[in-house]
C-alpha cells in the first residue's frame, strides 16, 4: 500500500501524559500536513511541512505541540501533558509542492489517529 | 481569510434522485476549491478539485461541481443517488496562510441516503 499511513491508528491516555503519533506520507511527496478533527466538525489545520521545514503553524497548536519531520519523508507530532480538550482524530495528509502560489495540489489524507484522554 | 459556508449540515435523498450539496466561500484571490468526501472509519477521499481551468468540474463517482465566482458558490451534484454515496462530505478552499499554503474545510454535510 502506498498511500498515507498513521501510527497508532488509537490511543488512550490519561490527562498529564506525553503522547506521539507518526506519519508516513506517500514517498514522493515533499509536503505533509497535520489537522485535527473533533466529533461533527471539520477538519483544522495545525501545521505544515515542506520536506524538513515547518513552514506554518496555526493558532490552535499551543505549546505543549510539537511536530517535526526530521528528514523530510516521516513526521511526528507530540502533544505534551495531555488535556482532555486534546481528544480528537489528529489526520496526516500529504501533496506535491504546488506550481504556484496560489494554486493547491491535491492532499492524500491517512486514515487519521483517534486521541483519548480520559 | 478564506473561509467555507456548508449550507446545509444534513440532506437525506432517495435512492436515484439528485443530489445537491450547497458551498459558499470566501476567499481574497482566486482560490483552489475542492470536495472530499468521508465514510465512517475511513479516510478523507478526494471528490474534485477546480484549479481556475473549467468552471464545470467533473469527479470520481458521477459526481461534479460548478465554480461561480460571481455567486462565490462551489456546489456539489449528482444526477442520481446510491446508497453507497451516503457520507460526510466536506468543501474545502485553499487557505491564507504565510504562504497561502493549508486547506480551510468547511463543516462538512452528512448526506443520507434512502432506499
Known amino acids: 500500500d502506498t498511500g498515507v499511513s498513521q501510527d497508532p491508528r488509537h490511543k488512550i491516555t490519561k490527562r498529564g501524559q506525553n503522547v506521539t503519533f507518526r506519519c508516513d506520507p506517500i514517498?514522493?511527496?515533499?509536503?505533509l500536513y497535520w489537522y485535527r478533527q473533533t466529533l461533527g466538525q471539520g477538519p483544522e489545520f495545525l501545521t505544515y511541512?515542506?520536506?524538513?521545514?515547518?513552514?506554518?503553524k496555526s493558532r490552535l497548536l499551543s505549546d505543549r505541540f510539537s511536530a517535526e519531520r526530521p528528514k523530510g519523508s516521516f513526521s511526528t507530532l507530540e502533544i505534551q501533558r495531555t488535556e482532555q480538550g486534546d481528544s480528537a482524530m489528529y489526520l496526516c495528509?500529504?501533496?506535491?509542492?504546488?506550481?504556484?502560489?496560489?494554486?493547491?495540489?491535491?492532499?492524500?489524507f491517512g486514515p487519521g489517529t483517534r486521541l483519548t484522554v480520559l | 481569510a478564506q473561509s467555507v459556508t456548508q449550507l446545509d449540515s444534513h440532506v437525506s435523498v432517495s435512492e436515484g434522485t439528485p443530489v445537491l450539496l450547497r458551498c459558499n466561500y470566501s476567499s481574497s484571490y482566486s482560490p483552489s476549491l475542492f470536495w472530499y468526501v468521508q465514510h465512517p472509519n475511513k479516510g478523507l477521499q478526494l471528490l474534485l478539485k477546480?484549479?481556475?481551468?473549467?468552471?464545470l468540474v467533473k469527479g470520481i463517482n458521477g459526481f461534479e461541481a460548478e465554480f461561480k465566482k460571481s455567486e462565490t458558490s462551489f456546489h456539489l451534484t449528482k444526477p442520481s443517488a446510491h446508497m453507497s454515496d451516503a457520507a460526510e462530505y466536506f468543501c474545502?478552499?485553499?487557505?491564507?496562510?504565510?504562504?497561502?499554503?493549508?486547506?480551510?474545510f468547511g463543516p462538512g454535510t452528512r448526506l443520507s441516503v434512502l432506499p
Open positions: 514517498s514522493e511527496h515533499n509536503r
Open positions: 511541512f515542506q520536506n524538513e521545514a515547518q513552514l506554518e
Open positions: 477546480y484549479t481556475s481551468a473549467a468552471t
Open positions: 495528509a500529504s501533496s506535491l509542492r504546488p506550481s504556484g502560489r496560489f494554486s493547491l495540489n491535491e492532499q492524500f
Open positions: 474545502v478552499v485553499s487557505g491564507s496562510g504565510n504562504y497561502g499554503q493549508n486547506f480551510v
